[in-house]
Structures are given as structure tokens and as C-alpha cells.
């Protein structure tokens, strides 16, 4: 059904009451009312289950059409729009036309893109040289004190008013191309949460000693504890960071290892399908290398793989999957038969473990078990960031025919 008739149909389903009458149906907690939007007088409301979740589908589906729209503008502004125009049609019993519907989307289409520049404190890393920026992928990590000197060269602000109560010695900055400042900060957050399971990854395992924190709360730099017995209240406090993860030394851009290609996937603009798979993988495996949780962190090592191996969306993990999965870990990872089938071997053994535990199973695992769930999980990635012809690959399609080729050849 075109736009048109979709919110031709939500305006029918809708009504116009007067505030007291809205009132009194708040009064009488009457289920399932919404109110889309309100004047002094009148209420634009919703009745019904059915007809809320029919406005709510209507919209998303409107939002999500034109990429750039939802690209560039934040959900709250397009239905806050979408919202006012509903009440003045309605009110206004308006019979709505295709060009209304053009004229709307062109309302968000015609409204520049602004360059926006966010800077965030940083927690857990440093840099090796405090007097130069590093780039990674958008991002630009610099020393605090460096940034203001190179900030207060652009921007006449009060330096002193601008950074009070700044607490961080380093910060991270990315630049977000938007329509509306919601829809900046939207991006830039969940940029900022993919760098950090990003480096997560780059870090290689789960390792207490390191805590990074942008944008959450995903490591846990700080420790309150209180002990309580009839007896005695004993207390103890940290907020101790073992060591720092010094961002821009050379092992971060190291090409032996794919990390020259890692930050390269940072926001790169029309990545194919392969390559989102890839950076799935990758973020899994940053929450797995921050998670504190052993069983957690063993099954998104598990998932890790199975973003860049479950060639059909939406599909359970079944054991005609998992064999498919162990072929594909197998011939990518294995040199020679025997080694193929060894691992085979190891990683039907880990998702019966996965099995187990999805099913309720109190089962421990090992620290050799969720070692080996790690080093295939990450070599995995790494494999697909060195080797070029893997790299190269644009679709699950495409994998499932390489794998094809290397089994028969």
C-alpha cells in the first residue's frame, strides 16, 4: 500500500476529542489511548490497540523508505513532524493528496546537513606521544591539554568556561554529518560503542587488566564493595587501572594481523554484506573480550562466528548449520586434512557445549574451552582482514562458493 493510502487509513482511525474529554479517559485508565499530539484545546488520539500499532508501522515504514531521510534525521523530529501535520489534517478534515505526502518528505530533504564534531572523554587508554593527534578509521584521539591548544586556534570560546569540570587526560573526537543534532548524537554514539568493542577486539582476549570506556558503563574501572556480618562492616574501594592501552602504538595498525584493515570498517560508506558480517563478528568479540561473565563470554565468542557463517538470515542454529559452520572454520583456518578435521572436531565440540547452555544446562566451562571458543572466534576475523582473496569477498553467497571450492578441490 503507498504512503498515501497508509495515512489516509490512520487519519480515518483516528478521532479529535476535546481535552476534558481526554481527560476523563485518563481518568477511567481506558487501555491502549494515545495521544499523537495535542493543542490547547483538542487532543489527536488513537483507540485501540490495533489502530496504535497500525500508526506506529506506518511511520517506521515511512521513516526507513528514504535512506537519507533516516540517515540524517532523528525519529524523534520526523514523528513530531509527521505528528502536527496528522492533527491539522484531521482537525482540518483535509483530504490528503500525493502532493502532501511529497511535499512532507521534502520538508526533511531540504533541510541542509550540518557538520557536527563530537568530543568525548576517553577512560583506559593514553597515547605514547601526547604532542600529535592519532587517527583511527573517523576517529581522532589526542592528549586533552594538546586539544585545547589546537581548539583554542578554531574556537573563540572561553577555554577555561569550555572544558569546566572536564575530568579525562584523553579525549576522542569524530565528526557526524546530520540534519538535526539528535540524529548526531544517535550516530556518534553508537560510533563511540563500536570503537570500543573494537578495540576490544584489537586487544585479543579477555583481559582484566584493561578497562575502556567511551560511551558506557561495558568495563568496570571503578570496584565499591561493602561486607556486613552481626559482627563486624568491613568496606573496600578501587578505582585502579592496572595498565592503559596505549592507542596508538604500532600494534594497533599492524597489517600482519589485519589491524590496518580493522579501522578501516569504522563507518566506511556502502559496505557490502560480507563486510557487515565481518564487523558483527568483530563487535561480538569485543563484548565477549570486555564481558565478565564466563558463559556469556563463550557463547559471543560462538556467535562471533556464526555473524560470518550462517548464510541464511533469521534462521536457528540447527546441526546442518553448525556442520556447515565447522566446514567453513575448517577450510579457512586448516592447512592440510588432518588439521581440517581436527578442528572440525573442536568446533562441533564447543556448540555442543553452546547447545547445552542454551538449553539450561549448569555446565562449567573451562578455561581451555573458552580459550579455544576465543582463538577460533578471532583468528577467524583475522583471517578475513589479511588474506585479500577473503577479504575481497561481497556476500555470504559468495563464502558459501568459496568454502564450495576449496572442499572439491
Given at each position: 500500500?503507498?504512503?498515501?493510502?497508509?495515512?489516509q487509513?490512520?487519519?480515518a482511525?483516528?478521532?479529535?476529542?476535546?481535552?476534558?474529554?481526554?481527560?476523563?479517559?485518563?481518568?477511567?485508565?481506558?487501555?491502549?489511548?494515545?495521544?499523537?499530539?495535542?493543542s490547547?484545546?483538542?487532543?489527536?488520539?488513537?483507540?485501540?490497540?490495533?489502530?496504535?500499532?497500525?500508526?506506529e508501522?506506518?511511520?517506521?515504514?515511512?521513516?526507513?523508505e528514504?535512506?537519507d531521510?533516516?540517515?540524517?534525521?532523528?525519529?524523534?523530529?520526523f514523528?513530531?513532524?509527521?505528528?502536527?501535520?496528522?492533527?491539522?489534517w484531521?482537525?482540518?478534515?483535509?483530504?490528503?493528496?500525493?502532493?502532501?505526502?511529497?511535499?512532507?518528505?521534502?520538508?526533511?530533504?531540504?533541510?541542509?546537513?550540518?557538520?557536527?564534531?563530537?568530543?568525548?572523554?576517553?577512560?583506559?587508554?593514553?597515547?605514547?606521544?601526547?604532542?600529535k593527534e592519532?587517527?583511527?578509521?573517523?576517529?581522532?584521539?589526542?592528549?586533552?591539554?594538546?586539544?585545547?591548544q589546537?581548539?583554542?586556534?578554531?574556537?573563540k570560546?572561553?577555554?577555561?568556561?569550555?572544558?569546566?569540570?572536564w575530568?579525562?587526560?584523553?579525549?576522542?573526537?569524530?565528526?557526524?554529518k546530520?540534519?538535526?543534532?539528535?540524529?548526531?548524537?544517535?550516530?556518534?554514539?553508537?560510533?563511540f560503542?563500536?570503537?570500543?568493542?573494537?578495540?576490544?577486539?584489537?586487544?585479543?582476549?579477555?583481559?582484566?587488566?584493561?578497562?575502556?570506556?567511551?560511551?558506557?558503563?561495558?568495563?568496570y574501572?571503578?570496584?565499591?564493595?561493602?561486607?556486613?556480618?552481626d559482627?563486624?562492616?568491613?568496606?573496600?574501594?578501587?578505582?585502579e587501572?592496572?595498565?592503559?592501552?596505549?592507542?596508538?602504538?604500532?600494534?594497533?595498525?599492524?597489517?600482519?594481523?589485519g589491524?590496518?584493515?580493522?579501522?578501516?570498517l569504522?563507518?566506511t560508506?556502502?559496505?557490502?554484506k560480507?563486510?557487515?558480517?565481518?564487523?558483527?563478528?568483530?563487535?561480538?568479540?569485543?563484548?565477549?573480550?570486555?564481558?565478565?561473565?564466563?558463559?556469556?563470554?563463550?557463547?559471543?565468542?560462538?556467535?562471533?562466528?556464526?555473524?560470518?557463517?550462517t548464510?541464511?538470515?533469521?534462521?536457528?542454529?540447527?546441526?546442518s548449520?553448525?556442520?556447515?559452520?565447522?566446514?567453513?572454520?575448517?577450510?579457512?583456518?586448516?592447512?592440510?586434512?588432518e588439521?581440517?578435521?581436527?578442528i572440525?572436531?573442536?568446533i562441533?565440540?564447543?556448540?555442543?557445549?553452546?547447545?547445552?547452555?542454551?538449553?539450561?544446562?549448569?555446565?562449567s566451562?573451562?578455561?581451555?574451552?573458552?580459550?579455544l571458543?576465543?582463538?577460533?572466534?578471532?583468528?577467524?576475523?583475522?583471517?578475513?582482514?589479511?588474506?585479500?582473496?577473503?577479504?575481497?569477498?561481497k556476500?555470504?553467497?559468495d563464502?558459501?562458493?568459496?568454502?564450495?571450492?576449496?572442499?572439491?578441490?
Amino acid at each position: 500500500m503507498a504512503d498515501l493510502e497508509k495515512v489516509q487509513k490512520l487519519i480515518a482511525s483516528a478521532s479529535i476529542i476535546s481535552m476534558k474529554e481526554f481527560q476523563n479517559i485518563i481518568f477511567e485508565k481506558t487501555p491502549y489511548v494515545s495521544s499523537v499530539n495535542t493543542s490547547k484545546q483538542c487532543v489527536f488520539i488513537l483507540s485501540g490497540i490495533e489502530k496504535l500499532a497500525y500508526y506506529e508501522s506506518v511511520v517506521s515504514d515511512m521513516y526507513y523508505e528514504n535512506n537519507d531521510i533516516s540517515a540524517t534525521v532523528s525519529r524523534k523530529s520526523f514523528n513530531n513532524y509527521i505528528d502536527s501535520l496528522l492533527f491539522q489534517w484531521k482537525s482540518e478534515n483535509h483530504e490528503v493528496t500525493k502532493s502532501d505526502i511529497d511535499s512532507f518528505f521534502l520538508y526533511f530533504t531540504n533541510q541542509p546537513i550540518i557538520d557536527y564534531n563530537f568530543v568525548k572523554g576517553v577512560y583506559g587508554l593514553r597515547l605514547n606521544s601526547n604532542n600529535k593527534e592519532c587517527k583511527i578509521g573517523p576517529f581522532t584521539f589526542y592528549h586533552q591539554p594538546y586539544y585545547v591548544q589546537v581548539l583554542s586556534s578554531t574556537n573563540k570560546m572561553d577555554q577555561e568556561l569550555l572544558w569546566y569540570g572536564w575530568h579525562n587526560e584523553y579525549l576522542v573526537t569524530v565528526n557526524i554529518k546530520a540534519r538535526d543534532i539528535d540524529k548526531a548524537k544517535e550516530i556518534s554514539y553508537e560510533l563511540f560503542y563500536q570503537l570500543e568493542l573494537f578495540i576490544f577486539y584489537s586487544i585479543g582476549q579477555f583481559n582484566k587488566k584493561f578497562a575502556v570506556n567511551i560511551v558506557t558503563q561495558i568495563s568496570y574501572p571503578f570496584d565499591n564493595c561493602l561486607v556486613l556480618n552481626d559482627k563486624e562492616t568491613t568496606s573496600s574501594y578501587s578505582r585502579e587501572i592496572i595498565d592503559l592501552i596505549p592507542i596508538d602504538d604500532p600494534y594497533y595498525f599492524d597489517k600482519s594481523i589485519g589491524n590496518d584493515k580493522l579501522w578501516e570498517l569504522l563507518r566506511t560508506p556502502s559496505i557490502d554484506k560480507m563486510k557487515k558480517r565481518i564487523i558483527s563478528g568483530i563487535e561480538w568479540i569485543g563484548k565477549a573480550n570486555s564481558e565478565i561473565n564466563i558463559k556469556n563470554r563463550f557463547l559471543f565468542y560462538l556467535i562471533s562466528l556464526e555473524s560470518v557463517f550462517t548464510f541464511q538470515e533469521k534462521t536457528l542454529i540447527s546441526p546442518s548449520i553448525v556442520s556447515t559452520l565447522c566446514e567453513g572454520v575448517a577450510f579457512i583456518l586448516g592447512n592440510d586434512k588432518e588439521e581440517r578435521l581436527e578442528i572440525d572436531r573442536i568446533i562441533k565440540k564447543l556448540y555442543e557445549i553452546r547447545s547445552a547452555l542454551s538449553h539450561g544446562s549448569d555446565k562449567s566451562i573451562s578455561e581451555q574451552e573458552l580459550q579455544l571458543a576465543c582463538f577460533y572466534s578471532t583468528n577467524i576475523i583475522r583471517a578475513f582482514l589479511v588474506v585479500d582473496e577473503l577479504f575481497a569477498i561481497k556476500s555470504p553467497e559468495d563464502l558459501n562458493k568459496y568454502i564450495k571450492s576449496k572442499k572439491y578441490s
